[in-house]
């Protein structure tokens, strides 16, 4: 490449750069609104924004006292994290004085609007039960000694006429099909309606009722039957958290305690890992960089500029995609991802900065050891990152919480720190390349013959 | 450098298995050790009625809290505050029962309170609760997920690398895994928060160097056809290990800045974090070379 083409270019990428930079770090007013960054735009989880407090006692309706506590916070757990929760705390309290007997749980969650009815549905007392009927007005308890559901899944929104739909489906199991099969053979029209406790009682939630709105599930001539083949698949004019909820519930029924729903304290709560956890988290990070451009630059001087102008690229574009990609929260499993996505791109700039320097040790031209250098350092760069990318697809695909984020952070991670070690590193290495005369560029990037 | 990690073999294997059996000792009698909001704890919360941005109600009611503190011998491990509508609480997380005089506290307090002229009339009060929790991660869906990509990983070598290769890279990555567990139990680091993730990191680490160290070997066995296996793995591993220690050193720097510098959950992750990191370069390091050489001598 030509000197003068070279320098546009490089002209260009910095204007870029700098653009980015400023984007990605800078706050500053535009109009009557702020603009954030970025990194400020970033949304954090529970453990480092913090959220809100959720305490409810419970009932002295209850019949037993709850004796495993141990079991009753992971049945709780597991309902927050159904209802898409990462990074939450279950607790159950009980006064060390013992003259007073109430036994409390607390749930911190992130501060959401809909936090205290996730709360108040996860703390949901009862048993599904299941009724049925050919007519509106005459149903009757159906699945009464079955497991009835297999599964059920929020399937996401659907616009008609303006309108969002939100669509969820209920897989029965086997047993539960079978009778359902037998009660609709000969109706022309089914209904059903399913409750979290004993339809009628005062505490009962009315999860599912087709009878309310004259929905059939089942019409028989019908194609657009909403019982299909063991499934059962509907759409609710409401909102996303109101049916999520509901899923959930359908999913794992109620709890067998009775909590005091209409008495629940919240309060507000600081970040469980520290207030300042995120902030010092994102200076140790840029420092770690730092430290590690400062070596390179040390080692293999104008190479410490490729890998300036390329870890810019690497961390602006990192930050841009956790605000551009929808859903993303971050919590300390992110901030590990991002850690370990740094330390692969590093580590894929140091194999490939050995290699150039090998060849151009046993004798090659700078051009020649590059390419070469770049070509035998892309099998161990793109190993470390398969496996990182591997290991982000499984552990986001079983697990939950932390784990979850952390495999978020550590996939886009990969695929960019791939990308720019194997592509941007490569470019401005080449950019730079004619800037130096090539009696000079041995010097500006730091390379020995073996004999030196 | 004349040390040779592939003749030390036998040292560094003695070392990681009796760090490896220590560890599940420590873990079968002791089970893992977690911070204080994974397991069952105590709560000291200490209420003040009233409070204001611009009051300085949070500086006043901290300092008679830790003067109290200072003067009964009791360390709180973590503190948080709550806002409850126009009041605040603090709360101090203990690991064990601290027994604290709830009346002797609330009074110290209150005069505290009464003696500030900002902060006289609000109303403190006292509550010590004993408190349960468990560790959220499961450790088990994360051991899962790691053993299904070491798999696919595997294969993923027998068609870049040879199957030496894959096989040396499964073994460094799986005794690295397993020293990370034994570690943390061995040394009773607290392994919530980051259960999973720590051992992810420390699974991922070795993962990447070793394929380094792999490829090296590679290149090193077709340049130096003269020597031996072991020979072509030390002078692999001596490559190598600059770049490796480099971003150890850039690792514990970071560590060093989190434990000086930051919040008790900071430090303790950059800690765990760092072991995760010490081990797997133990693990590739010492495994790798001699594992190379054994499979190296095997196909000659």
Not at chain 1, 69 to 81: E, G, L, M, N, Y
Not at chain 1, 228 to 233: F, H, Q, R, T, V
Request: charged share 20%; aromatic share 12%; hydrophobic share 50%.
């Amino acid at each position: 490449m030509k000197k003068g083409k070279s320098i546009i270019l490089l002209s260009i990428l910095s204007v870029i750069m700098a653009a980015l930079l400023v984007l990605s770090f800078a706050r500053f007013p535009i109009g009557i609104k702020n603009y954030n960054s970025f990194l400020g735009a970033i949304d954090l989880d529970y453990d480092l924004a913090g959220g809100y407090a959720y305490t409810c006692t419970l009932s002295d309706d209850n019949e037993n006292e709850i004796e495993d506590t141990a079991s009753f916070i992971k049945t709780v757990s597991d309902r927050v994290s159904a209802l898409g929760y990462g990074t939450y705390s279950v607790k159950a309290i009980t006064p060390t004085d013992e003259t007073a007997n109430d036994f409390k749980v607390r749930i911190e969650v992130k501060a959401t609007d809909n936090a205290s009815q996730d709360i108040s549905a996860v703390l949901a007392y009862g048993k599904l039960h299941f009724y049925g009927g050919t007519a509106t007005d005459s149903i009757e308890e159906i699945f009464e000694d079955v497991e009835a559901i297999k599964k059920a899944t929020y399937s996401g929104a659907s616009y008609y006429e303006g309108n969002a739909y939100q669509g969820f489906t209920v897989e029965f199991t086997k047993e539960a099909k079978s009778e359902l099969d037998k009660l609709i053979k000969g109706a022309s029209s089914y209904y059903l309606k399913i409750t979290l406790g004993e339809d009628g009682d005062a505490n009962a939630i009315t999860l599912l009722d087709t009878t309310a709105g004259s929905f059939s599930i089942y019409s028989d001539g019908s194609n657009n039957n909403a019982y299909n083949n063991g499934k059962l698949s509907l759409s609710y004019g409401s909102d996303a958290d109101v049916v999520e909820r509901m899923v959930m519930q359908l999913n794992k029924g109620g709890i067998d305690y009775i909590f005091d729903l209409d008495k629940i304290e919240s309060a507000t709560v600081t970040a469980p890992l520290g207030d300042n956890f995120a902030n010092i988290a994102v200076i140790v990070l840029a420092g770690l960089i730092v430290l590690a451009l400062i070596i390179i630059t040390v080692k293999n001087r104008g190479f410490g500029l490729v890998s300036l102008f390329s870890m810019i690229i690497f961390v602006t574009i990192y930050l841009f995609l956790f605000i551009a990609i929808p859903g993303i929260t971050v919590n300390v499993g992110g901030i590990v991802g991002a850690l370990l996505s740094i330390i692969l791109t590093v580590f894929g700039i140091l194999v490939s900065l050995k290699k150039i320097n090998e060849d151009y040790a046993s004798g090659k031209t700078v051009k020649a050891a590059f390419k070469n250098g770049f070509k035998r350092a892309l099998v161990p760069v793109i190993s470390s990152f398969v496996i990182a990318l591997l290991v982000s697809i499984f552990t986001f695909v079983l697990t939950g919480g932390i784990v979850k984020n952390f495999a978020i952070a550590l996939a886009i991670g990969s695929l960019l720190g791939a990308f720019v070690v194997l592509l941007i590193f490569r470019m401005f290495s080449a950019l730079l390349l004619p800037l130096a005369k090539p009696e000079r560029q041995e010097k500006f990037f730091g390379l020995k013959r073996e004999d030196d | 450098m004349k040390f040779s990690f592939v003749k030390k073999f036998k040292l560094f294997a003695i070392i990681a298995l009796v760090i490896a059996i220590a560890g599940m000792v420590f873990l079968g009698v002791w089970g893992f050790n977690n911070t204080v909001d994974y397991k069952d704890a105590y709560e000291l919360q200490v209420s003040i009625n009233q409070y204001t941005p611009t009051s300085n109600t949070l500086e006043v009611s901290k300092d008679a809290i830790n003067d109290y503190f200072k003067d009964n011998d009791l360390n709180s491990v973590d503190y948080a505050q709550t806002f409850e509508g126009v009041g605040v609480t603090f709360v101090y997380k203990f690991s064990k029962d601290v027994s604290v005089n709830v009346e002797t506290l609330t009074q110290a307090l209150q005069t505290a309170l009464d003696t500030k002229a900002e902060v006289k009339g609000l109303t403190a009060s006292v509550n010590c609760y004993k408190v349960s929790a468990v560790g959220t991660e499961n450790l088990g869906f994360t051991i899962l997920a790691l053993a299904i990509a070491l798999v696919l990983f595997f294969i993923y070598l027998l068609f870049v690398e040879k199957i030496k290769s894959a096989l040396t890279l499964i073994i460094s990555t799986v005794v690295s895994a397993i020293l990370y567990l034994s570690v943390i139990c061995l040394i009773r680091f607290p392994l919530n928060p980051l259960a999973g993730v720590g051992l992810a990191f420390a699974f991922v680490f070795a993962s990447s160097l070793t394929s380094v160290l792999v490829n090296r070997f590679k290149e090193n066995a077709k340049l130096f056809t003269d020597l031996s296996a072991e020979e072509i793995a030390d002078k692999s591993v001596k490559s190598c290990i600059g770049g490796f220690v480099l971003i150890l050193a850039i690792l514990f720097i970071a560590c060093l800045a989190c434990v000086i510098f930051g919040p008790i959950n900071l430090k303790l992750i950059a800690i765990k974090l760092f072991i995760g990191a010490l081990v797997s370069e133990f693990a590739s390091i010492t495994f790798a070379p001699a594992i190379l050489a054994s499979l190296g001598k095997i196909n000659k």
